[in-house]
């Protein structure tokens, strides 16, 4: 059945989030990996690296996405739009797997989507997701996306989604979120 859709969650994966060799999968990788994120839609799911696995005989193609959190409101339209273009670009079943294992994580951002989101006037993440949490937070110079200061506080620790916090510049009194590291 032409665009039959079949969508799973699955608990372990050997996504990998790097576009795949064979010609059949990259093809159906470089379709999926425009979608845009629904709630920064200036970043695609592959700048996130949402994005994990992609497999394609030709017809039929197999995605697997990693939300950025367990409760990640974004990620069925994700993968809603994930099955709206690769069935407009001729497939004949997709089926879109999420998986939590590994956990996200903003190491998998790309050096583009953190350029895209600081032009976009986010502040990107600012180093790498710490192995361990200790009990108490870690401070971090968060370098204002408008004026470059680094002269910034947080105002609220959840910003307009639960991955971004709010910050404030001291220099440029701007408002500005932050794409917290996790």
């Given at each position: 059945?032409?665009?039959?859709?079949?969508?799973?969650?699955?608990?372990?994966?050997?996504?990998?989030?790097?576009?795949?060799?064979?010609?059949?999968?990259?093809?159906?990788?470089?379709?999926?990996?425009?979608?845009?994120?629904?709630?920064?839609?200036?970043?695609?799911?592959?700048?996130?690296?949402?994005?994990?696995?992609?497999?394609?005989?030709?017809?039929?193609?197999?995605?697997?996405?990693?939300?950025?959190?367990?409760?990640?409101?974004?990620?069925?339209?994700?993968?809603?739009?994930?099955?709206?273009?690769?069935?407009?670009?001729?497939?004949?079943?997709?089926?879109?797997?999420?998986?939590?294992?590994?956990?996200?994580?903003?190491?998998?951002?790309?050096e583009a989507g953190r350029v895209k989101l600081e032009r976009y006037g986010i502040a990107p993440p600012n180093g790498r997701a710490p192995v361990r949490r200790g009990p108490l937070p870690v401070s971090v110079a968060v370098k204002c996306?408008?004026?470059?200061?680094?002269?910034?506080?947080?105002?609220?620790?959840?910003?307009?989604?639960?991955?971004?916090?709010?910050?404030?510049?001291?220099?440029?009194?701007?408002?500005?979120?932050?794409?917290?590291?996790?």
């Amino acid at each position: 059945m032409k665009g039959e859709v079949v969508s799973a969650v699955v608990t372990q994966s050997d996504a990998t989030g790097v576009r795949p060799a064979d010609p059949a999968s990259a093809a159906a990788w470089d379709i999926a990996a425009k979608v845009a994120d629904p709630e920064v839609p200036v970043l695609t799911i592959e700048d996130l690296g949402v994005l994990r696995s992609v497999h394609s005989d030709g017809h039929r193609v197999q995605v697997v996405l990693t939300p950025t959190y367990s409760g990640c409101p974004a990620i069925e339209q994700m993968r809603d739009d994930v099955i709206l273009q690769l069935t407009a670009a001729g497939y004949d079943r997709v089926d879109v797997a999420f998986t939590l294992s590994p956990a996200w994580t903003t190491d998998w951002m790309s050096e583009a989507g953190r350029v895209k989101l600081e032009r976009y006037g986010i502040a990107p993440p600012n180093g790498r997701a710490p192995v361990r949490r200790g009990p108490l937070p870690v401070s971090v110079a968060v370098k204002c996306p408008r004026c470059h200061s680094l002269r910034t506080r947080e105002v609220s620790r959840y910003g307009s989604t639960s991955c971004k916090a709010l910050y404030e510049c001291l220099e440029c009194q701007e408002p500005f979120d932050f794409f917290k590291v996790h």
